[in-house]
Structures are given as structure tokens and as C-alpha cells.
């Protein structure tokens, strides 16, 4: 079995050095402490830093489990529960049984959460229009559409073993 590299091979995996930096150094800033306090402030709300992404995950993802939050975050289990459980003693949560399977309880915005996450949103589209207030509209549009095209890729099952060399 011989494996040629060919330019097109080249040319993507130039690509993909450059994809993956760029996805390291979005990661970073998303990451940043300070990041989160800033929005914190900016949406002129009270929460605990720790609680930020649980809250608006839960939001955005919910009615949502402590096993796939945990999961999706990249925290243990025992930490996004205490995470969740604090969430729910602010009010800010609601936990349920899942209708499907009563074992699993889910996590589920409140209204109270909801209008915390709604001033977080609104705070976000602040940032997001100093970003981006030098892009055109096509160029947003265009940027809106494959981000969503990759985010929708990479939720299904990484097809790592279905590539094959030449």
C-alpha cells in the first residue's frame, strides 16, 4: 500500500495546521477568566464566574443532564452537579425527571435564568458588533453559515476511521 501526497494533500493539511490554530486561539480567549467577568459585568448581573457557562449552556442546550452538560464541558460530573445544584438553589434552574427516563434528571432554564441569559446575549451582541463592525455583511453571513456547517459536523461521531490513505 503506497500513500502519495499530492498538492491538493499539501494544500489541506496547510489548511488544517492553519484551522486548528485558529480553533486554539478561539478556544483560548472563549477560556479566559477575564473573559466571562467582562461579560459578567457588561450584562449587569450577579453570578459567580464558575456558574457563567453552566447557566448558558443549560440555556442553550437544555433540558439538558448532568452527564452530557459534564461531557460537553469537559468537567467532571461532581463538579457540573454542584455547578447545577447552585444554579437551582439561585433560582436560575429548574431540575426535572426526564419524561423518557425518569433515572436521569435534566437541568432546564428558569424564566429568572432566562432573563439572565438574555442580558448575556445582549451584552455578547455588543462585543460581537465591535468585532465585527469592519466585516460586510456578505462576509458575516458567509462566516455564520460555515461556522454553524463545522459546529453541526463535529457534533456527530468524529469520522476518524473512515479516512483511508491512498
Known amino acids: ?3 502519495k501526497k499530492n498538492v491538493q494533500d499539501t494544500h489541506i493539511s ?9 480553533l486554539i486561539s478561539i478556544l ?3 477560556n479566559r477568566p477575564r473573559n466571562d467577568e467582562k461579560m459578567i459585568q457588561d450584562a ?5 464566574r464558575a456558574l457563567f457557562s453552566a447557566l448558558v449552556m443549560i440555556e442553550r442546550l437544555g433540558p439538558i443532564g448532568v452527564v452530557e452538560l459534564a461531557d460537553r464541558s469537559g468537567r467532571d460530573y461532581t463538579t457540573i452537579s454542584r455547578q447545577v445544584a447552585r444554579l437551582e438553589s ?4 429548574k431540575r426535572r425527571a426526564n419524561p423518557i427516563d425518569r433515572r436521569v434528571r435534566e437541568a432546564v432554564i428558569s424564566p429568572k435564568g432566562k432573563a439572565m441569559t438574555d442580558r448575556i446575549d445582549a451584552a455578547r451582541e455588543r462585543m460581537a458588533n465591535a468585532i465585527f463592525k469592519d466585516w460586510s455583511k456578505d462576509e458575516l453571513d458567509a462566516f455564520v453559515k460555515s461556522m454553524r456547517k463545522f459546529a453541526d459536523a463535529l457534533d456527530g461521531e468524529p469520522p476518524i476511521g473512515e479516512i483511508k490513505p491512498d
Open 28 to 30: 483560548s480567549a472563549l
Open 90 to 93: 439561585l433560582e436560575l434552574v
Open 1 to 3: 500500500m503506497s500513500f
Open 44 to 48: 449587569g448581573i450577579r453570578l459567580d
Open 14 to 22: 496547510a489548511q488544517m495546521k492553519s484551522l486548528h490554530g485558529s
